[in-house]
């Protein structure tokens, strides 16, 4: 009599070869391309999308199998790794495709009540912005920005502004680890640990945060967690996941319903399942996170405290360089920023100017000089910034460069305004 297979017997190649973990990261950066904006999509080297493309090959030799059997294992894999790197238990870490769906989904989980107070500041992200717009609309919740001044004196300025707008109406409290645009490290800890006295839930937008600085949500205690790791944990794109408190965790569902939610699962919490199959998909990015995590954390004879060490040093001393040249303010603080600095620029003397990207000078930058460095509109904080970012395939002639170039086009800009 034959004994037919468990599904435990099912095989999961997830430890094929791993020749190159350990060897110098290779990067896809374009020839003759100075990429000084690391921080926006991130650069992913080529050993961590060798992981990923082989376990894609596995998926077609057998998608079912992969579906129904191999991706939660695949997740549970990387979840234990992820929770080790960030200080969380894996139980409370599930996985979405990037940060922003990993916000929308905590911001759309919450029985909001008319009248809800939501702080936020005026750094916070467009995206985040943009879903408080809608629930301020469909669900009748007020929105608080606290505004944080640039250039900044210091992390207690920044703490005053954001806790002076909470009141006894505020349900949430919503703030950035590390602002997108002007790069600065909030002060988070103090941020938690006032709201946790206080019984007002947080939610903390750690896109930008893990593999910039070190990070344990452990010790930090937020209801809520949104991050990305594409950026600067170099995972492939579409990496992201929701941390959330044991007791927060039953009202925490995914954007999108998957045909298998209505399931119950005595071995699996709804928390996992539910995210970790929302339809056909190509979930591999987030089963590579312990391959990126691996790979970079052994390219310095130091590992990641090294590395965060050196992507500091650099951002800050490129900072300085770019500053003297151009003659532009300090933003704030050197300890209120990781491994990206953003710099405040004059005013575009010449604004409705057509560009490809957000903004003339960075077209400038891009097209004329291969640099890629992102200059946005930052209204009402700054009229005009320049952030820069620090990664393993940067040097300090690449800010030098850069530097050169900046005052250049400034100089420009001022004959353009001349001519007006």
Not at 154 to 163: C, D, H, K, N, V
Not at 274 to 302: K, M, R, W
Not at 323 to 330: I, S, T, V
Request: hydrophobic share 40%; glycine share 6%; with cysteine.
């Amino acid at each position: 009599m034959t004994t037919a297979p468990r599904i435990d017997d099912a095989p999961v190649h997830i430890d094929a070869s791993r020749r190159g973990v350990h060897e110098p990261a290779r990067w896809g950066v374009e020839d003759g391309l100075t990429m000084l904006n690391h921080g926006s999509y991130g650069v992913c080297p080529a050993y961590v999308r060798e992981r990923q493309n082989a376990l894609r090959d596995e998926i077609d030799r057998d998608p079912p199998r992969w579906f129904c059997v191999t991706l939660e294992r695949m997740l549970d894999r990387a979840r234990e790794s992820l929770g080790a790197f960030v200080g969380a238990e894996p139980a409370n870490l599930t996985f979405v495709g990037n940060g922003t769906v990993a916000v929308a989904s905590i911001l759309r989980s919450i029985d909001w009540r008319p009248g809800d107070e939501v702080v936020v500041t005026d750094h916070e992200y467009a995206a985040t912005f943009n879903e408080l717009r809608r629930l301020e609309k469909v669900a009748g919740i007020t929105v608080k920005t606290a505004k944080v001044p640039l250039p900044l004196a210091s992390r207690g300025e920044a703490l005053a502004a954001i806790l002076g707008q909470i009141t006894s109406s505020t349900r949430l409290v919503v703030v950035s680890h590390i602002a997108s645009a002007s790069s600065l490290i909030m002060p988070v800890e103090e941020i938690v640990a006032n709201c946790n006295d206080r019984g007002i839930e947080t939610l903390i937008d750690g896109a930008h945060t893990p593999g910039q600085i070190p990070l344990s949500l452990k010790s930090l205690r937020p209801t809520y967690y949104a991050a990305s790791c594409h950026k600067w944990l170099c995972t492939p794109k579409g990496t992201g996941f929701v941390y959330a408190e044991p007791a927060a965790q039953h009202r925490v569902q995914p954007v999108a319903l998957s045909c298998r939610v209505h399931r119950d699962r005595p071995d699996r919490a709804h928390f996992h399942a539910d995210f970790d199959y929302v339809g056909t998909g190509d979930y591999t990015a987030n089963c590579v996170i312990p391959d990126a995590i691996e790979h970079l954390g052994s390219q310095l004879p130091g590992g990641w405290p090294e590395l965060y060490r050196r992507n500091h040093d650099m951002a800050i001393e490129g900072a300085r360089i770019i500053r003297e040249a151009c003659g532009l303010p300090k933003t704030a603080p050197d300890e209120m920023f990781g491994s990206m600095v953003t710099l405040v620029l004059p005013e575009d003397p010449a604004p409705d100017r057509e560009c490809l990207y957000e903004q003339p000078l960075w077209d400038a930058i891009r097209l004329k000089h291969s640099i890629q460095a992102p200059v946005w509109d930052f209204r009402p904080v700054a009229p005009r910034v320049l952030r820069v970012s620090a990664h393993l395939h940067n040097t300090i002639e690449d800010f030098e460069r850069l530097a050169e170039v900046l005052r250049a086009e400034i100089e420009a800009e001022r004959a353009l305004e001349s001519q007006r």
